[in-house]
């Protein structure tokens, strides 16, 4: 039998204090229930409790494994514009209640304020789901507990890697303002964009960009205009490689951008988005600022020993769009996933290998393509004004909007006609040609005012 065979840590069967090489310092392990080492199994740590480490957790726990979901601070969530897309709603089972606003129009405003609707396209059930970060992590959160994952409410101090692939990881936590370790056969690092884990395992590092937002609460008749209605700005004004957006919530908009090239001028680039939509939210009141890293690109390493990192921990956001949540969830729920399979539901310690071979090959022959994609949208439409003139052009195209929507929705790569596919080529080809002598002017007034700020 499986169990009876499986390789089992030595820390397993340590009572609760063990004393070290260092007399003086004693380990006090996190108090579990006395383990019998022919059926102990598989125990892992979820480092964060965001999407990509609730999704972890779940998997985890569903499938069999010990599973330990560490979150420094569940009450509240990190800063996110809270888009996300429709076939996340049903492939995570996420209720509808859980949804603020469901934006049906989306409109993007170029440089020279030449204004396009998304979603002439949209079927009636289809809609783009705007929900508050702290809604939905509270939610996947509670989700992966029901599964049978303990939630920890601590802050990971520290991370001991182990030299031998027999001996377990050793976290150091604080909970209730105690210092505490806990030992354990495998750690998925979901700890987001300034991740621990990952330097813990010396996975390299990736270029960021800085998100900026407000979240500022109108009056009611200047909010019934953000009801179901999403804006993206692009110009130099308010990011130079990025787009800012005003995005509705509940009972208020998220109003930001990002950029990567730029950051030391990102407040800059937040009184330009601020500018442009002065009309719409004059008489509002701001209720929070926030900021965070966005990852570029992913790490150089993803899985090291029997460590995977997974969420923005690995790097897992599109450029063009900023968009991470799905890809957040998804990554967890497929690197869980494939620890469960590899350790037979708990039963066996696994390796490296299976740890790439499950989880990272499996998320890259899904995935490469789409962000590969959509870092060279990004190059061709976000480098200058000319170009962003021509993407907001291109945008009025029923069959172009039909195909962005359809690959954002369904997280698919839309399949096009191929006599469509040639026009659609033809026209960004000659948008470019034209918005690059239109752009040129704009980009001269756009130095100017901001010369002037
Ligand atoms: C301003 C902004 C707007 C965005 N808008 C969107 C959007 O509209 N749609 C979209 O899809 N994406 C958006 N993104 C990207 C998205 O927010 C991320 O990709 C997503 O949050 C990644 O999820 P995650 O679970 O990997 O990491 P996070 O959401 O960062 O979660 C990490 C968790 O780990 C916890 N943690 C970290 N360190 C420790 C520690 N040492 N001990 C214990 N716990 C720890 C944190 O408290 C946190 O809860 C936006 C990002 C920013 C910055």
Redesign the pocket.
């Known amino acids: 039998m499986a169990a009876q065979t499986h390789l089992l840590h030595p820390l397993h069967c340590l009572p609760v204090s063990l004393k070290t090489q260092n007399p003086q310092k004693q380990y006090h392990y996190f108090k579990h229930k006395p383990i019998n080492p022919v059926v102990s199994k598989l125990r892992a740590a979820v480092?964060?409790?965001?999407?990509?480490?609730?999704?972890a957790a779940e998997a985890l726990a569903s499938g069999g494994v010990e599973t330990f979901l560490?979150?420094?601070?569940?009450a509240?969530?990190?800063?996110?514009?809270?888009?996300?897309?429709l076939c996340m709603l049903d492939e995570f089972s996420l209720p509808y209640h859980l949804i603020d606003r469901r934006v049906t129009q989306m409109r993007i405003i170029s440089p020279s304020n030449l204004v396009v609707d998304f979603g002439k396209t949209l079927k009636p059930h289809e809609f783009i789901a705007?929900l508050r970060?702290e809604v939905l992590?509270s939610f996947l959160r509670r989700r992966a507990e029901s599964s049978g994952a303990t939630l920890?409410k601590?802050?990971?101090?520290n991370l001991v890697v182990p030299t031998s692939s027999h001996e377990p990881y050793v976290i150091h936590?604080t909970m209730d303002n105690c210092q505490r370790q806990l030992a354990v056969d495998v750690i998925v690092g979901?700890?987001?964009?300034?991740?621990?884990?990952a330097k813990s395992i010396k996975a390299g590092n990736y270029a960021t960009?800085?998100?900026?937002?407000e979240r500022i609460k109108l009056p009611e008749d200047k909010m019934g205009y953000y009801e179901n209605l999403a804006e993206m700005y692009v110009g130099n004004d308010v990011s130079p490689d990025f787009y800012a957006?005003v995005?509705p919530k509940c009972d208020h908009v998220?109003v930001?951008t990002?950029t990567m090239c730029s950051k030391s001028n990102i407040k800059l680039f937040q009184h330009g988005i601020r500018a442009r939509v002065k009309s719409k939210i004059d008489g509002g009141r701001v209720i929070k600022v926030?900021?965070?890293?966005?990852?570029e690109h992913p790490r150089p390493i993803r899985v090291r020993g029997r460590v995977a990192l997974?969420?923005?921990?690995?790097g897992?956001?599109?450029k063009c769009?900023?968009?991470?949540?799905?890809?957040?969830?998804k990554?967890?729920r497929i690197c869980g996933e494939a620890i469960a399979k590899a350790s037979e539901g708990g039963e066996k310690m696994i390796s490296e290998d299976d740890l790439k071979r499950e989880y990272l090959r499996k998320w890259d022959d899904k995935y490469f393509t789409t962000f590969k994609f959509l870092d060279i949208l990004q190059k061709v439409f976000y480098g200058s004004n000319a170009a962003r003139e021509a993407l907001v052009e291109l945008c009025g195209d029923e069959y172009v909007q039909r195909m962005t929507f359809d690959s954002y929705l369904y997280k698919k790569l839309a399949s096009g006609n191929r006599l469509n596919d040639a026009k659609m080529v033809m026209n960004t080809i000659s948008s470019l040609v034209r918005c690059n002598i239109m752009g040129r002017e704009v980009e001269a007034s756009a130095q100017k005012i901001l010369s002037r700020v």
Not at 70 to 74: A, H, I, K, L, N
Not at 154 to 157: D, K, N, P, Y
Not at 310 to 314: K, S, Y
């Open positions: 480092i964060g409790g965001g999407p990509a480490g609730s999704s560490f979150e420094r601070s569940p509240s969530a990190k800063p996110c514009g809270g888009a996300i897309p705007m970060r992590d920890m601590a802050l990971v101090t936590y979901a700890d987001g964009a300034n991740s621990r884990v960009a800085i998100a900026f937002q957006w995005f998220a930001g990002g926030e900021a965070h890293p966005i990852p997974v969420g923005d921990a690995a897992y956001v599109t769009s900023g968009e991470g949540i799905y890809f957040a969830a990554s967890g």
